[in-house]
């Protein structure tokens, strides 16, 4: 029940930013001067899909360790706050078309992410490698982030 919850949970922040994503692709985002290491549109989607199992999973993988319950939930908590964090991304980026404030929030995001790797770490190691995927790419779109802030 736990990895089905996990995966509910991350892939419902997901469907939640891919309402303001999805209907500003080919509209403003298309209008946008972007870098010429902007990957194709098409990417975006089987990346993010891919970075939510990892996400979801490691979420499972610590949920279900039995461990003092302060210290997991301090880990869960700072899993929230990053799917939160991620989520608003998506709102002010393309529901509100504000790169500039979507910056900072990536930025906080990508601190956040690293903290909650960290924490995972602690009650699995596999939980917190699962995370470097995903701070990996947070990090090139906070740079495609920049990017854009810059040129537009």
């Not at 692709?25 to 990346?47: D, E, H, Q, R, V």
């Not at 979507?102 to 770490?121: P, R, Y």
Request: aromatic letters at 16%.
């Amino acid at each position: 029940m736990k990895l089905i919850i996990s995966f509910i949970v991350t892939f419902a922040a997901a469907a939640l930013g891919s309402y303001f994503t999805t209907p500003n692709i080919n509209t403003w985002y298309a209008s946008l001067n972007k870098p010429f290491f902007n990957p194709p549109n098409w990417i975006f989607g089987p990346m993010w899909s891919i970075l939510y199992i990892l996400m979801a999973v490691a979420l499972y993988l610590v949920w279900k360790k039995e461990y003092a319950q302060q210290e997991k939930s301090k880990a869960l908590i700072l899993y929230a706050i990053q799917l939160t964090l991620n989520t608003l991304w998506s709102v002010i980026f393309f529901g509100m078309k504000e790169p500039a404030i979507a910056l900072a929030d990536i930025a906080i995001l990508e601190l956040v992410i690293i903290l909650t790797a960290k924490s995972f770490k602690k009650f699995s190691p596999m939980a917190g490698k699962l995370l470097i995927p995903y701070i990996m790419w947070v990090g090139f779109a906070a740079i495609l982030n920049l990017s854009i802030v810059v040129l537009n």
